[in-house]
């Protein structure tokens, strides 16, 4: 695809539960970095991969939070025992290398209730 | 810690207007600094990516500066339209962490037509 895409656009789920968020990146991107945003703020790091492994996992808030990117293309980030303070809007980007231009996916809106 | 800081939080002009937008970071010694656009209920995306070794960028009716000296970078939006009305983010790398980008909370513009 021309873009990062993302999927679900949304998801509703019951505290408690686990989620799967997925994010397909553009083609030949080796970075690709994970975000949250609450509302009226700015993006907040997660988590970023340079190929399959995680060379930064620094903004990840607790152990419920994991992520993914077995092959160096999708990734899936996975939040477990999900909490109402979870609710946000996970946001995916990719770029060719780590300095280069971000693109950013449309989002996953996250409801936990 | 990099931090971010964009004034004013809200604008609201009338169309035709140039205007502009500012950013503010804190540790100066930065790769590049991006722009990005948000609309309501959307991702991200990206307009301007400034090199720590250009002073200016340009892309039709916007242009950024980046002046790292004072922490500083700005978005002039030539001839406002209604449809530039979106929040705009400006982020720059994170102190130590060159892979994350630390975002300001954005600047909300309200183009009146």
């Known amino acids: 695809g021309a873009g990062v895409s993302q999927t679900p656009s949304n998801k509703v789920t019951e505290k408690g539960k686990y989620v799967e968020l997925r994010c397909d990146p553009i083609?030949?991107?080796?970075?690709l970095y994970w975000y949250r945003q609450s509302l009226g703020q700015g993006p907040e790091f997660l988590i970023y991969?340079?190929?399959?492994?995680?060379?930064?996992d620094s903004g990840l808030p607790n152990d419920r939070f994991f992520a993914v990117r077995p092959e160096g293309s999708v990734s899936t980030l996975k939040i477990q025992r999900t909490e109402r303070g979870d609710s946000a809007v996970y946001l995916c980007a990719s770029s060719l290398t780590f300095s280069d231009e971000a693109f950013f996916g449309q989002g996953t809106r996250l409801t936990v209730v | 810690k990099q931090e971010v800081t964009q004034i004013p939080a809200a604008l609201s002009v009338p169309e035709g207007e140039n205007l502009v937008l500012n950013c503010s970071f804190t540790d100066s010694a930065i790769y590049n600094l991006q722009w990005f656009r948000q609309d309501p209920g959307k991702g991200l995306t990206s307009l301007l990516l400034?090199?720590?070794?250009?002073r200016e960028q340009t892309s039709g009716r916007l242009n950024a500066s980046l002046d790292k000296s004072s922490g500083r970078s700005t978005l002039y939006i030539a001839a406002s339209q209604p449809g530039d009305s979106a929040t705009y983010l400006c982020a720059a790398p994170a102190l130590g962490s060159a892979r994350q980008l630390t975002f300001g909370s954005g600047t909300q513009l309200t183009v009146l037509p």
């Open positions: 083609s030949g991107h080796t970075a």
């Open positions: 400034i090199q720590s070794s250009q």
């Open positions: 991969f340079q190929g399959t492994g995680a060379a930064d």
